[in-house]
């Protein structure tokens, strides 16, 4: 059974830094590209960054410069190191892996493409 665990979310304040962990089981962890969402109060769900098998990595232009999305394969665990964080970041996060994913390619921003979801962990920034 697949599982994506969430981790690290809390309350910060504007400026400040979070880093989220997913760590993953069930799965062939370093063959699945992966991908980080979040959710908004009364807003869609959107992409915010990704990392292909192999490291290479794709982001939101909201975040660029202030998030950065890493992955330790043998600790089967993907992060999320917020940065210069503003109260606009304030949302759900998810963290999501796609098995159609490649060793050079970053996946995409499309939530069909991904097979398998966390539960997600909050993030709420004050001004």
């Known amino acids: 059974q697949v599982q994506l665990v969430e981790s690290g979310g809390g309350l910060v304040q504007a400026g400040g830094s979070v880093r989220l962990s997913c760590a993953a089981s069930?799965?062939?962890?370093?063959?699945?590209?992966m991908g980080w969402f979040r959710q908004a109060p009364g807003k869609e769900r959107e992409f915010v960054a990704s990392?292909?098998?192999?490291?290479?990595?794709a982001y939101a232009d909201s975040v660029k410069g202030r998030f950065t999305i890493s992955r330790e394969n043998a600790k089967n665990t993907v992060y999320l190191q917020m940065n210069s964080l503003k109260p606009e970041d304030t949302a759900v996060y998810y963290c999501?892996?796609?098995?159609?994913?490649?060793?050079?390619?970053?996946?995409?921003?499309?939530?069909?493409?991904?097979?398998?979801w966390g539960q997600g962990t909050q993030v709420t920034v004050s001004s």
């Open positions: 069930g799965l062939t962890f370093s063959r699945y590209g």
């Open positions: 990392i292909s098998w192999g490291g290479n990595t």
């Open positions: 999501a892996a796609d098995f159609s994913g490649s060793f050079f390619n970053a996946p995409g921003d499309v939530e069909a493409k991904y097979d398998y």
